[in-house]
């Protein structure tokens, strides 16, 4: 490997133990390699982390709470999450308070959604029915980089068309009510950028499409079972995981044949030390990162209490109005201030795991958008946004905590200027994320690899970004042609 020298004294390192690194580094393992993975925060996970956060026996997931990609995920499907930890899908994938006590519902069953929305029941049908019929292909095609031919190109045509009717001014002629385009918006929202655009529609039809075929799965316990099922199984073929040991330069790791970075471009430039061709580092430094989120964890005495009672058995509730209304409130975002209005993701995961709290009390996760860098408190902003649909919240508040969004980047690097998704979710790079290639994970240092999200499939708990980089690896550096089998049934599996 370029910057460093001596015989190898193991096969791969990975640095970072987000989910895209445990990812690469099972993979790896796996693969009968030999593995280590070093992380600089003492807890291993990144984002996906449960903690008590506000009050003793109150669990809060640290980063991320609900997982659309647990079920849809071709990674997490060959390492068989399902069978490894607990997962509770909730009827209600996620809902949509409205104006005047009403709400749009998004049920794991197609039939029942399009049923209670009336009027355009049979638009929803139509824009999403071909797609739910073939999830995993949706999945396949949306879960890779974009410069390939796609293995499905008829349902990858059905979703193009489909992302540039909801991404144009045009993405209202479809429906009459307000409910449904609510309910569109609110999901594609997750993308934090200006609304309409190709990559909100995208990502709304993806996360929405997953929901009516599998659900939006809630682990058990927390976010952190995921992290703590792959650590097992790595460490059980083998790998060894250092903590608390921030890797500044790749020449100061030890040799290896491979390493791979669950790391932002911005950290690849600091960690090559200029040693990078200087085509790539331009590119690289040329890499936007997008908008942010400020997180409030609640600690409450009681269930949040929706004017509208279908809300009660939503796992995810994007709060923020009418589709007028949240764009407003994201574009203005986009334009860097902060909404008075704001968007809120807010998910209450006791509601269908009670041990995330004391018997009878909650935790409530809350995320708003705000500008990248943003150092404003948004407690009470999102206290203000719920209790707008559910009066009397501020009154079953028992405590919170607040990270604005240079905390969230404090906590994580990767998230720089609070930006969760490592990078801007926008058509540009989405093709070229982070730089236009059939092989992005790959990088010109001979041996190293990118493996976070701001590689290909971008945001999201779904190990894909590591694992696309980990086949990378065993194939151009390990002499490797076939994917290791990941199944949690393998004889020397604990």
Request: proline share 8%; aromatic share 6%.
């Amino acid at each position: 490997m370029s910057g460093r020298r001596g015989a190898p004294e193991i096969d791969a390192i990975v640095v970072g133990s987000g989910p895209n690194g445990l990812a690469a580094a099972v993979t790896l393992a796996r693969a009968g390699l030999t593995v280590r993975v070093y992380e600089r925060e003492p807890q291993i996970g990144g984002g996906a982390a449960t903690a008590e956060l506000t009050l003793p026996g109150y669990l809060h997931d640290v980063c991320s709470a609900v997982h659309p990609m647990a079920l849809a995920s071709e990674f997490f499907r060959r390492f068989g999450l399902d069978r490894r930890i607990d997962l509770v899908v909730p009827e209600v994938s996620y809902g949509h308070p409205l104006p005047g006590g009403t709400a749009g519902l998004a049920y794991q069953s197609l039939a029942r959604t399009v049923d209670e929305l009336g009027r355009d029941g049979p638009a929803w049908h139509r824009l999403f029915a071909p797609l739910v019929e073939h999830a995993e292909q949706v999945a396949e095609f949306t879960g890779n980089q974009l410069l390939r031919i796609p293995r499905h190109p008829v349902t990858a045509l059905r979703f193009g068309l489909r992302a540039l009717e909801q991404g144009s001014p045009f993405w209202d002629w479809r429906f009459t009510g307000p409910a449904a385009p609510a309910l569109l918006t609110g999901v594609s929202a997750h993308t934090i950028r200006a609304m309409p655009s190709l990559a909100t529609a995208g990502a709304g039809l993806t996360l929405a499409t997953y929901a009516h075929a599998g659900g939006w799965p809630i682990p058990v316990g927390g976010s952190g079972t995921i992290v703590t099922a792959m650590v097992e199984d790595l460490l059980a073929h083998g790998g060894q995981i250092v903590p608390t040991t921030e890797v500044r330069r790749l020449r100061d790791l030890p040799p290896a044949r491979v390493v791979l970075l669950d790391v932002t471009p911005k950290a690849l430039l600091r960690m090559a030390d200029g040693d990078l061709p200087a085509g790539y580092a331009r590119r690289l430094g040329a890499f936007r990162y997008g908008n942010a989120v400020a997180k409030v964890d609640f600690a409450l005495s009681d269930a949040v209490p929706w004017q509208a009672a279908g809300l009660h058995s939503a796992g995810t509730v994007h709060v923020g109005g009418t589709r007028a209304q949240i764009r407003r409130a994201e574009n203005t975002v986009a334009r860097g201030r902060h909404a008075e209005e704001p968007y809120v993701l807010v998910s209450q995961p006791s509601g269908s795991d009670p041990s995330r709290a004391p018997a009878g009390k909650h935790v409530l996760w809350a995320y708003t958008h705000v500008p990248r860098g943003s150092t404003v408190d948004q407690t009470e902003a999102i206290t203000r946004q719920i209790e707008r649909f559910a009066p009397g919240f501020r009154d079953t508040i028992l405590a919170s905590a607040s990270r604005t969004a240079q905390d969230v980047q404090a906590h994580n690097p990767n998230y720089v200027g609070g930006d969760i998704s490592a990078g801007e979710v926008s058509i540009r790079q989405l093709l070229a994320r982070p730089v236009l290639s059939t092989d992005p994970w790959r990088t010109p240092l001979a041996g190293v690899y990118l493996c976070s999200s701001s590689t290909p499939p971008g945001p999201g708990v779904h190990g894909l970004a590591g694992w696309h980089a980990a086949l990378s690896a065993l194939r151009h550096d390990l002499g490797v042609s076939v994917a290791p089998d990941l199944s949690p049934d393998l004889p020397d599996e604990r």
